[in-house]
């Protein structure tokens, strides 16, 4: 359904038969999540009834995210949504070195957590810990300053395919170039969602490059 937020959970991506890619679409059969998670966004995904569609084009995707974009957080928890773009008015990213105790930490939780599979999942392995965290410090269209961890797994995973070929000095250098410079430069948003047993604490889960457009077309 178009022009509305979903929130599409567990999705075990690593072992689905069909992966797909950010702006690639999706069809699924979904049942409401129930227990603790009272958002309207959130459908909890039928992992096998996935069925993967064509890429969004790039000239398409602003139009079509501009109805989703709020100016901030406040304003999108004052419409009921749990899910929102925002574009920051002033944004800084920054890298910062986790200790080798929060490293072993997430180290044990992925371990857990490949551990507890059915007999129908393939093995998995334990995701390996990003050495980094990121995070932006940001400034929503109301003036408000915002400070938030970036929990986008595709940012760790720019970080480690660049860190691969060109070291972790030089990728973070990259890293800070892009979302300092070029994103703003051309057009960023972040997407923010709040967490099922804090509805009040909004979440950063994602940062996009998105070209600006010249006004919304439609209120939600």
Not at 25 to 45: H, N, Q
Not at 54 to 75: I, K, N, Q, W
């Amino acid at each position: 359904m178009g022009g509305k937020w979903r929130r599409q959970y567990p999705i075990h991506f690593r072992r689905l038969r069909d992966q797909f890619a950010r702006w690639q679409w999706i069809e699924y059969d979904w049942i409401a999540p129930g227990g603790e998670d009272r958002r309207r966004e959130s459908r909890r995904v039928q992992e096998d009834t996935i069925r993967v569609g064509d890429g969004m084009p790039e000239r398409e995707r602003a139009s079509f995210l501009a109805p989703l974009v709020m100016g901030s957080t406040a304003e999108a928890a004052a419409k009921g949504m749990s899910l929102t773009l925002v574009r920051p008015a002033k944004s800084r990213f920054r890298a910062k070195a986790k200790t080798p105790e929060q490293i072993e930490e997430e180290r044990q939780a992925y371990e857990t957590a490949a551990r507890q599979k059915s007999f129908l999942d393939p093995d998995l392995v334990a995701l390996k810990p990003c050495p980094y965290a990121f995070h932006f410090d940001w400034i929503d269209a109301d003036g408000k300053t915002h400070r938030a961890t970036c929990d986008d797994w595709e940012t760790a995973t720019m970080f480690y395919n660049w860190e691969k070929r060109m070291g972790a000095a030089a990728t973070l250098d990259r890293m800070a170039q892009i979302f300092n410079e070029r994103y703003p430069a051309k057009g960023m948003a972040f997407a923010m969602g709040t967490h099922s047993r804090y509805p009040d604490k909004w979440l950063l889960v994602g940062d996009l490059r998105l070209d600006p457009v010249a006004q919304r077309s439609f209120e939600i």
